[in-house]
């Protein structure tokens, strides 16, 4: 059995001490409803302070990064923990590899009743975005099946950027910045990354169909292919938005440009 990378074993340490709390037991709805019940307070009593959207931002920190740790673990750790690749550990009823793994869709259901009452704000993209997010991500909890989603919410990295995109301490220089950070983290995370994951998962649950099925319903199967179908649809969908509103931006700075040159 190999053994484990330094920086799995710095994860793992961090992870340890959320075992020391028992985390490894933690009843998912009462993560849920714990996560709604911090976020809709940050909403109330923080709001919108400096024009960052600070629920957003805190439960996209705690999400996508911990999201983005799982899929290491995975990657680097999995074999050495349990002797077996993941995704098809869990499908083979292993259980979530770490307690990390199991928490995280749950705090993100929490937050999904936040991104619906954004939804009534910002439209119905945003709206349908939060009510499948609590639906899918229930779905998952209810049946004990959380970790198998949570790499897929390596998609909320972006978002951590794109809460804080209007502060408005922000120089013009760094307002840029933001905005070509954002641009290029939603590319990586939703377009490119997001797939691949949800590729590999709905592959090792077709290859091991007969061992998922002793320990999740066929539900599962399902909603994970609505939820990626679903989800890759929407980011697509924004992703081209966000390229129109790019040109539709350097289109307007060229003209200005022509039109100072023509003044000139």
């Known amino acids: 059995m190999s053994e484990l990378d330094t920086t799995s074993e710095i994860l793992l340490s961090l992870i340890s001490h959320l075992d020391s709390y028992g985390a490894q037991e933690w009843s998912l709805r009462t993560v849920t409803a714990t996560s709604a019940a911090v976020f809709l307070g940050m909403r109330m009593q923080?709001?919108?302070?400096?024009?960052?959207?600070?629920?957003?931002?805190?439960?996209a920190l705690v999400s996508g990064i911990g999201s983005?740790?799982?899929?290491?673990?995975?990657?680097?750790?999995?074999?050495?923990?349990?002797?077996?690749?993941?995704?098809?550990?869990?499908?083979?009823?292993?259980?979530?590899?770490t307690s990390l793994h199991r928490i995280i869709p749950a705090i993100t259901q929490g937050y999904a009743i936040c991104d619906i009452i954004n939804?009534?704000?910002?439209?119905?993209?945003?709206?349908?975005?939060?009510?499948?997010?609590?639906?899918?991500?229930?779905?998952?909890?209810?049946?004990?099946?959380?970790?198998?989603?949570?790499?897929?919410?390596?998609?909320?990295v972006s978002t951590i950027v794109l809460a804080i995109l209007r502060a408005n301490f922000f120089t013009p220089l760094l307002q840029l910045v933001t905005q070509a950070t954002f641009a290029l983290l939603f590319?990586?995370?939703?377009?490119?990354?997001?797939?691949?994951?949800?590729?590999?998962?709905?592959?090792?649950?077709?290859?091991?169909?007969?061992?998922?099925?002793?320990?999740?319903p066929k539900l599962?199967?399902?909603?994970?292919?609505?939820?990626?179908?679903?989800?890759?649809?929407?980011?697509?969908?924004?992703?081209?938005?966000?390229?129109?509103?790019?040109?539709?931006?350097?289109?307007?700075?060229?003209?200005?440009e022509m039109k100072d040159l023509n003044e000139e």
Not at 46 to 59: C, E, L, R, S
Not at 192 to 210: A, C, G, N
Not at 232 to 252: D, P
């Open 220 to 256: 599962i199967f399902y909603t994970t292919i609505l939820f990626g179908t679903f989800f890759h649809g929407l980011n697509a969908f924004w992703f081209v938005k966000l390229l129109k509103k790019i040109k539709r931006k350097l289109t307007k700075e060229e003209s200005l």
């Open 68 to 97: 983005a740790i799982c899929i290491y673990l995975n990657m680097y750790a999995a074999v050495a923990m349990n002797g077996v690749t993941e995704p098809l550990g869990s499908i083979q009823c292993n259980g979530p590899l």
């Open 187 to 216: 590319f990586v995370c939703r377009i490119i990354i997001s797939p691949m994951v949800h590729y590999d998962i709905t592959s090792s649950m077709l290859l091991m169909s007969e061992d998922m099925g002793k320990c999740f």
């Open 119 to 156: 939804g009534f704000r910002l439209g119905p993209a945003f709206l349908a975005h939060g009510i499948a997010t609590f639906t899918v991500v229930g779905i998952f909890n209810e049946f004990n099946a959380s970790h198998i989603l949570t790499p897929m919410l390596v998609m909320e």
């Open 46 to 59: 923080i709001g919108h302070k400096f024009d960052i959207d600070w629920d957003a931002f805190v439960h």
